[in-house]
């Protein structure tokens, strides 16, 4: 096999579109229509790769002029620093507004409960649901992909919320051609995925093709970690290995970015953007099941905590 | 593996859309999660998965067709209510699935899947041939005008291999929707269940030289000859910067909708009509100087006259009359029905105008192509001919000629779920003296 001869094969045409130029474009068309028919659209950025795609993407949809959005973080409190580091340096750098919506403040006033198993992923959504309403956010950018687990496989681009950010999978509009349709009541919104038809892997190849920075944890490095669940995880605030667990130095990276208390890394000794490609390329698993603790509760996992407002 | 995987890993390639469309019974979740499974599509979590639910219900082996169950609503209930995408990947070419269900009640679902597919696969069992959910299946694709439609002949080894049985099949297929008008049919004789042709060539059917499903998916052409296609753009947002590096910048943001635009060419802003050239255009932070559909582009023109979101530029050598009488053939989405008089919103392009039903011509059975005539409202999943009166003049094309520009959505203007999805102009279930399709009803036109 050779890679030059296959690159055009199927275009038939000069007008064809890389598979990368044809997902690029529709989350541009995507990012334009919600700014030409929304008020108050935000940006759901956790400084996780998805989400720093989502900025890239809405950058290039703007320019020269600014992007109309500000940005929002569900701040767990449980967030790897490197990941921090990156998210006040992309606002500094492109002169954004960020809504910080956080988890802690809401269990140190005894609204919500720390969880037994300590995972705080599950908590995200009173918060995100009650920063959405009080700043009348109506359009809420997330950078969900339908490839990354079932319940996903069924979310439409503009995902109709109602006031408490529930998801009625049997509610949701037909989506025919590129004719998204952004209508809602007053007090419900629009969750707006521009990434649906993404997968793990494009979003890798656009990064590469981009020269898009990510936090360096993305890459691997050497880290402390201990075994629990079968996924590496890493002390920190929000705890650490147990009676019987134990603390080893391994070369790893992070697939996904999410609260450190559930969300795994993975052995690799990939440095560079090359290495993860052809690693990703290779992987047998998942990444959600080789990184992710929530998602393994149980069979619907996913779909349930849609259901109640997760992103 | 170490070349797939660096090709897969490296390479730009093409994306194919397209859809499924076939019942339980047919095999179609089989076939889907044969082509996830032998692409090597499927990892060893979801494999375990679906080993692990295979095992719960007493099953021997994996059932694929778990692999694409979606919702626990669905798995209780043992059906698929949705239209659920899947994603897959081949050295060669990169595939957006749009898996719909087969059943009488969700032709929507269908329709839905078949708006932005270039490729459907209709699926029919060996031992059954086509049936009236088959000769349905063809109709919906002509309807949407799906550019490609393969027909997979599934459970080939219920029939022993037989190729007399797959060649009847096919003709008798391929007569039926070329008469409806899809310009292209690839027949296919498969075992979805024991891989013949799915992504392997067959060792029981040396009979049959063609592709398999996988060969013909990585090899159809994607995009057409565009030179003849009517250039339309329609705009979505004004970006103007007004920093001290940009004062003056004012360019028009859109995905291009069909065809080619060039700098230097005149161009016409519909609906106002007025007239100037491109002086610019901006493919997303770099200078080309033509852009083609599907590529999201800013213009920017010579003459700073007023355009706004929900315009439509479109070259001056090849404007569209605009009309405020809309006739189309639509498939009504909603549980709510669409009645004669009804004011709705109708979305066409970027463009959101307020509108009313001013007829119902007719109804068309899927099944055999009658007509009713006035039937006086459509209820979820029903096809028919509307005539709609909008509250400002559309630049509307034929679907014919734009499935982008020919078509619209109608949205209820009180809670805003979307009705209808509509076609512009003359289709096989227009009303037409000369067909006469409706003789089994006893209707006369």
């Not at chain 2, 959505?409 to 809670?415: G, H, K, N, Q, Y």
Request: aromatic share 6%; with cysteine; hydrophobic share 40%.
């Amino acid at each position: 096999m050779t890679t030059v001869a296959k690159v055009e094969e199927g275009t038939g045409t000069p007008y064809g579109l890389s598979h990368l130029d044809a997902l690029e474009s529709e989350a541009v068309h995507i990012f334009r229509e919600v700014a030409g028919e929304f008020e108050r659209p935000v940006i759901l950025f956790s400084g996780g790769k998805d989400s720093i795609v989502m900025l890239h993407l809405a950058l290039k949809a703007f320019a020269p002029a600014p992007v109309p959005f500000s940005l929002l973080h569900v701040d767990t409190g449980h967030n790897f620093p490197e990941v921090l580091a990156y998210r006040d340096r992309a606002v500094a750098t492109h002169g954004l507004r960020l809504h910080v919506a956080s988890v802690q403040d809401y269990i140190d006033r005894g609204v919500l409960r720390e969880r037994p198993d300590g995972t705080r992923n599950p908590l995200q959504t009173l918060p995100l649901t009650e920063r959405i309403q009080s700043e009348k956010f109506d359009a809420v950018f997330g950078g969900g992909r339908r490839d990354e687990e079932k319940a996903r496989a069924k979310e439409r681009v503009f995902s109709l919320r109602d006031e408490f950010s529930q998801w009625d999978p049997r509610r949701q509009r037909p989506e025919l051609w590129n004719l998204y349709n952004g209508r809602h009541a007053p007090g419900e919104h629009v969750r707006v995925f521009p990434l649906s038809n993404w997968t793990e892997l494009d979003v890798w190849q656009y990064i590469a093709r981009e020269g898009i920075e990510l936090p360096e944890i993305y890459y691997a490095h050497e880290r402390e970690v201990f075994r629990r669940g079968g996924m590496w995880l890493t002390a920190g605030q929000w705890g650490g290995a147990k009676d019987g667990e134990t603390v080893e130095k391994r070369l790893v990276r992070y697939r996904t970015v999410g609260d450190m208390s559930c969300t795994g890394a993975v052995d690799s000794d990939a440095t560079t953007l090359e290495q993860v490609i052809a690693e990703i390329a290779a992987s047998r698993l998942t990444e959600r099941g080789a990184t992710r603790a929530d998602d393994k509760l149980s069979e619907a996992a996913m779909e349930d905590r849609k259901r109640e407002g997760y992103f | 593996m170490s070349t797939t995987t660096e090709l897969t890993g490296t390479t730009e390639t093409t994306l194919l859309r397209f859809a499924t469309a076939g019942s339980v019974d047919d095999g179609k979740s089989t076939l889907v999660g044969r082509l996830l499974h032998d692409s090597k599509s499927v990892l060893a979590d979801q494999l375990e998965a679906v080993e692990r639910a295979s095992a719960s219900r007493g099953q021997d082996g994996p059932d694929l067709a778990l692999l694409t169950d979606g919702l626990r609503a669905e798995r209780e209930q043992g059906i698929t209510i949705d239209v659920a995408y899947r994603y897959f990947a081949t050295p060669r070419r990169r595939f957006i699935l749009a898996d719909t269900p087969g059943h009488v009640q969700y032709t929507r679902n269908m329709v839905t899947g078949a708006s932005t597919a270039e490729l459907t696969v209709i699926l029919v069992d060996a031992r059954n041939g086509v049936v009236e959910q088959t000769r349905r299946h063809a109709a919906i694709a002509a309807l949407l005008r799906v550019p490609h439609v393969v027909l997979a002949v599934n459970k080939m080894d219920l029939v022993d291999y037989r190729e007399p049985v797959f060649a009847a099949i096919a003709e008798e297929f391929t007569a039926y929707a070329t008469d409806l008008g899809v310009p292209e049919v690839t027949a296919i004789p498969i075992s979805a269940l024991a891989g013949d042709n799915v992504v392997e060539p067959s060792a029981n059917m040396d009979w049959y030289g063609g592709p398999t499903v996988l060969e013909h998916l990585e090899t159809v052409p994607v995009s057409h000859d565009l030179a003849h296609c009517h250039a339309r753009l329609p705009v979505q947002y004004v970006i103007r910067p007004q920093t001290a590096e940009h004062p003056d910048y004012r360019g028009y943001a859109g995905q291009i909708a069909a065809g080619t635009f060039h700098v230097g060419e005149e161009v016409t802003v519909l609906p106002s009509g007025r007239t100037t050239t491109i002086s610019a255009i901006d493919l997303l932070g770099k200078p080309v100087d033509a852009a083609w559909t599907t590529q999201s582009v800013t213009l920017l023109l010579t003459d700073d006259i007023d355009v706004s979101r929900g315009d439509l530029i479109v070259p001056s050598k090849d404007a569209p009359a605009t009309t405020q009488d809309v006739e189309a053939t639509v498939c009504h989405v909603a549980d709510q029905p669409l009645t004669v008089g009804h004011r709705v919103l109708l979305k066409h392009g970027t463009r959101t105008v307020k509108a009313i039903v001013r007829d119902i011509p007719s109804r068309l059975t899927l099944d055999d192509l009658s007509l009713h005539p006035h039937p006086g409202q459509l209820v979820a999943n029903d096809i028919g001919r509307v005539k709609i009166r909008t509250a400002e003049p559309l630049p509307v094309d034929s679907y014919a000629d734009s499935r982008r520009t020919g078509s619209f959505i109608l949205i209820d203007p009180a809670d805003g779920t979307t009705l209808t999805a509509g076609m512009v102009g003359e289709s096989f279930a227009s009303p037409d003296p000369v067909k006469d399709a409706a003789e089994d009803d006893g209707w006369d036109f």
